[in-house]
């Protein structure tokens, strides 16, 4: 889960989930409506430089393909499979060059963007893999009040394929979420305070661990996106912002 820019990364206070772009085979088969002509009275949707990024962005389609899961980017929410059920990984494939190239995609992709955890969805890759990570260097960024407050840790790099999460404690805390593939925005979002993982390792070993605070929010977080469910399906609606709205008003 979604620190800078939801294999979770929060807003203002650097606590933002990451986590994604291609759509699905049976997606592209379907016939959709053409969307209406955009008009804007914003004379900026004119200007020269936004052509010439289109006409460079078809160039650059022109000579090289477009990329394919995994992806070196997040995906954004739009993206069906951003709200698909992900797969069961083959335990006999997870040292396998596809897996592992998956895996290596993510841990790189997670920390080129300072994200404190990631799913494979998020690459575009629909299958149950999940990863968290909360480094010294994000968490001397944080406050000593707020670190308390919300139940930072450090926590090395973990990675569960196929896992399954139980609640060790049923009370919620509220705090602010957000993720890399709802670029931009927040929201005040409801979660266990304490939880159980176990599943597989990045070598197939069976592994279990309890966390509380705020690694069980990421659990949590990178959860769902293995479920096809986004932060904004449990937020509170009326804490949602755009993280940049002072900006705008300047």
Partial sequence: MT????????????????ASRTASSSSRALIQTPPLPHISVCRRSWSSNVKVRSYLQYVKRKISPSPSPPYSHVCQVGDPVLRSHAAAVDPAAIAGPEIQKVLGTMVTVMRKLECVGLSAPQIGVPLRILMLEYPWKLFEEVPPAAREARGLSIQPLRIFLNPQLQVLDSKTV????????IAGFSATVPRFRSVEVSGLNEKGQEVTWQASGWPARILQ??????????????MDTRTFININWQQHNE
């Fill in 3 to 18: 620190t800078r820019s939801s294999l979770l990364r929060l807003s203002w206070a650097r606590f933002r989930f990451c």
């Fill in 174 to 181: 509220l705090f602010q979420e957000a993720c890399e593939s």
């Fill in 221 to 234: 977080h990178e959860m769902d996106h293995l479920d096809g469910v986004l932060y904004v399906d449990r």
